[in-house]
């Protein structure tokens, strides 16, 4: 009924016809432009991001270098008051100043560190003369190895009349 040519001419045409509806609904959605508006945030976004780790990256190497900066001037102002104490004060007076100053170093700086003294708790010591310790182990037993508070017999409470 159709020739061979007439149904590829018109396939053709049908083809064209499809694409150049195809590009004209295309171009008219409302999506393209939105999904340009969406990548455009996007990478606003990323650069705000990258913006903020730059700045907190150049804050804490500022705070680094104020911190060594510190530490290097409390260094310089413990020589100088070093170096003064043992100037103007007696040689005793001065070695006293400097060693409880290198008890009070920072950790970053070489020193001996003195044992500190530790005194027991108080209440080892004996409450009166000849009787034992409280947090002793033997407190409040007499010879018998009976419980009576501080080395005094116990008698017993008469019953009260009701």
Known sequence: MFSLTTVIISAFIALLIGCLVGV???????????????????VDAEDALNNYQRDVTDHFARTTELVNSLNESYRDMHAHLASSALKLSTPEIGRQLLGDAEQQLP?????????????????WAPKRQGHK?????????????????????????????R
Do not use: M, V
């Open 24 to 42: 004209i609904f295309s171009r008219g959605r409302p999506g393209a432009s939105r999904n340009a508006d969406i990548e455009k945030r996007l």
């Open 107 to 123: 950790s970053g700086t070489t020193h001996e560190l003195q044992e500190p003294h530790i005194q027991a708790p108080r209440d």
């Open 133 to 161: 310790p409280t947090l002793s182990e033997e407190y409040g037993l007499d010879e018998q190895g009976n419980s009576t508070p501080n080395n005094e017999t116990t008698e017993p409470e008469p019953a009260s009349e």
